[in-house]
């Protein structure tokens, strides 16, 4: 089974004035067009998430909705408060497991600084740490159910290395 873990992609500034929720606050123009080209990029060499789970923030939703949009068989898009800042993986690896009884790729679309917490407790743990840049994605691979530090780190692209 293969894990991707998303940060979102650009989004508008944290400002009390614009967005007094910051829940509500959207991706920029160039943001959604930046992760469309890291989308369509990487959908050429397998990225292809066939369910994904989101934070109910708009930010977030919009990002695995551009995921969506640019892979094959447009995925279901699932909101799971574990996908909050500070959501609980363990309910987390639970809802993926049981996805991987029907689905090969699965994405998770979060938040700094937690997607990179995410992705070291997927693939060690420990006091490691992971720099993920504003639409980053990592790919983790499973020989079997996704667990703690049960996965290794295939790659981590950001943007900026694609050209994007």
């Known amino acids: 089974?293969?894990?991707?873990?998303?940060?979102?992609?650009?989004?508008?500034?944290?400002?009390?004035?614009?967005?007094?929720?910051?829940r509500k606050r959207p991706l920029t123009d160039e943001g959604r067009a930046r992760f469309r080209q890291v989308v369509e990029k990487i959908a050429r060499r397998g990225f292809a998430p066939q369910i994904?789970?989101?934070?109910?923030?708009?930010?977030?939703?919009?990002?695995?909705?551009?995921?969506?949009?640019?892979?094959?068989?447009?995925?279901?898009?699932?909101?799971l408060d574990e996908l909050l800042p500070g959501g609980e993986l363990d309910s987390l690896i639970a809802w993926t497991v049981?996805?991987?009884?029907?689905?090969?790729?699965?994405?998770?679309?979060?938040?700094?600084?937690?997607v990179s917490h995410l992705t070291t407790e997927m693939t060690g743990g420990g006091e490691s740490w992971l720099r993920f840049a504003k639409g980053a994605?990592?790919?983790?691979?499973?020989?079997?159910?996704?667990?703690?530090?049960?996965?290794?780190?295939?790659?981590?692209?950001?943007?900026?290395?694609?050209?994007?």
């Open 1 to 22: 089974m293969e894990l991707f873990i998303i940060r979102h992609a650009w989004a508008g500034h944290h400002d009390e004035e614009h967005w007094p929720d910051d």
């Open 52 to 79: 994904i789970a989101t934070s109910p923030m708009v930010r977030c939703r919009q990002t695995a909705e551009l995921a969506a949009e640019g892979v094959p068989g447009r995925p279901e898009i699932v909101e």
């Open 98 to 114: 049981r996805q991987s009884r029907h689905y090969q790729q699965v994405a998770w679309v979060g938040h700094a600084p937690d």
């Open 137 to 164: 994605i990592a790919a983790i691979r499973f020989d079997g159910l996704p667990s703690r530090g049960g996965g290794e780190l295939r790659w981590l692209i950001t943007a900026k290395v694609l050209g994007c």
